[in-house]
Structures are given as C-alpha cells and as structure tokens.
C-alpha cells in the first residue's frame, strides 16, 4: 500500500467518524431536549400537587377549627340540658 492509499483510507474513515459522531451529537441533542420537556412537565405537575396540599391542609385545619367548636357547643349545651333535667327531677 502506498502513502496515498493509506492517506485516502484514512480519510474516509476521517469522515466515517465525523459522520457518526454527528449522528451521535444529534440523538443525544433529542434526548436532552425530551428529557427538558419531560422535566417541566413533572415540576408544573409538583408544583400542582403542592398547591392542592396546601389547600387540603387548610380544609384540614378549618375542618378542625370546626371540629373543635362543634365539641365545645355539644359539650356545653348538654351540660345546660344535663342542669335543667336535674333541676326538674329536682322539683319533681
């Protein structure tokens, strides 16, 4: 093989490789660019999920608010009943 077979051979490999390289560059450039998408995606749907949380903690909360209050007007009204019954067997 002369100096000029062997210069061309490795030319065209030269530029074997420059064209897989360039195939390479532009599945890798898909890829990164799916998994950008990929990745908003999944922080609009956390950001989403934060927001419902923290409006079911506040139901949550008021639910208890709520809870509490019915407990106490319960607790009161049957310790008034409770009186006025006694009372009356009482006077009976």
């Known amino acids: 093989m002369d100096i000029n077979e062997s210069i061309d051979t490795l030319h065209e490999r030269t530029q074997q490789s420059k064209l897989e390289f360039s195939r390479h560059e532009a599945v890798c450039q898909e890829r990164y660019?799916?998994?950008?998408?990929s990745m908003e995606i999944m922080s609009?749907?956390?950001?989403e999920m934060h927001k419902e949380i923290?409006?079911?903690?506040?139901?949550?909360?008021?639910?208890?608010?709520?809870?509490?209050?019915?407990?106490w007007v319960g607790s009161v009204s049957g310790a008034v009943i409770g009186i006025v019954l006694a009372i009356g067997n009482y006077f009976k």
């Open 33 to 37: 660019e799916q998994l950008l998408k």
């Open 44 to 47: 609009k749907n956390i950001s």
């Open 54 to 71: 923290n409006e079911l903690k506040l139901m949550a909360t008021s639910g208890r608010i709520s809870l509490k209050t019915l407990l």
